[in-house]
């Protein structure tokens, strides 16, 4: 945690165009609550996981349907089937089936909570920039890959956030493998520390 302070961010035009700095609004207050981000992605990177993993106990397996040998006689210890366990090819004890749920719930005010310490991090860094809005008619790659040269971060990993959903933006940004964008209320805890920079509409 620290202390509230009044954070402001280099602004540029949507052509990377630099623009007199801006105030941010109130609620990057400059507090960071590490724990809190924490739990955020770590629940974010729970829920991603699918749980396929699964093996077949002794039951499953094929073969070993009958006593490998007689039970007395051989000197060789007593078997009761080729798929037991402790055999090659046997059933596995205790191993995962497939049906496990890793995912794990983080209050909403928690987690709006750990997505504005992580954006009020990236404004501390001075890794948060202000744009005008993007008024691309149509996807143009080309065009956005230049704004952020001019900007200085296309060689960093980009977040752009829009203002409200924009597909032309989307589909701009899709083909740049260091650029992700969605819209400003879609963004999340981990997207936001994914990022090197933080480019806000």
Avoid: C
């Avoid at 007395?72 to 366990?85: D, F, L, V």
């Avoid at 090819?89 to 191993?95: H, I, K, L, Q, Y």
């Avoid at 260091?178 to 509409?201: C, G, K, M, R």
């Amino acid at each position: 945690m620290s202390d509230t302070q009044t954070l402001d961010a280099a602004a540029y035009t949507a052509l990377g165009t630099t623009r007199d700095r801006v105030a941010l609004p109130a609620q990057f207050d400059g507090v960071v609550n590490v724990p809190v981000m924490h739990q955020a992605v770590k629940a974010f990177l729970a829920n991603q996981r699918s749980a396929t993993a699964s093996t077949k106990t002794r039951g499953m397996v094929s073969g070993g349907n009958q006593k490998p040998w007689k039970q007395k006689g051989t000197g060789r210890a007593r078997q009761g089937s080729t798929r037991a366990p402790h055999w090659p090819g046997g059933g596995t004890v205790f191993g995962p089936h497939g049906d496990r749920n890793y995912s794990e719930k983080v209050p909403r005010q928690v987690r709006a909570l750990a997505r504005k310490s992580a954006l009020n991090a990236r404004a501390r860094e001075g890794a948060l920039l202000v744009v005008d809005r993007f008024t691309y008619e149509e996807p143009n790659t080309a065009r956005l890959r230049e704004a952020l040269t001019r900007m200085g971060v296309a060689e960093q990993k980009v977040l752009i956030l829009t203002d409200g959903s924009k597909p032309s933006v989307y589909l701009s940004a899709r083909n740049l493998p260091n650029v992700h964008a969605l819209p400003f209320a879609d963004a999340s805890t981990y997207h936001v520390l994914w990022s090197d920079v933080v480019v806000i509409e």
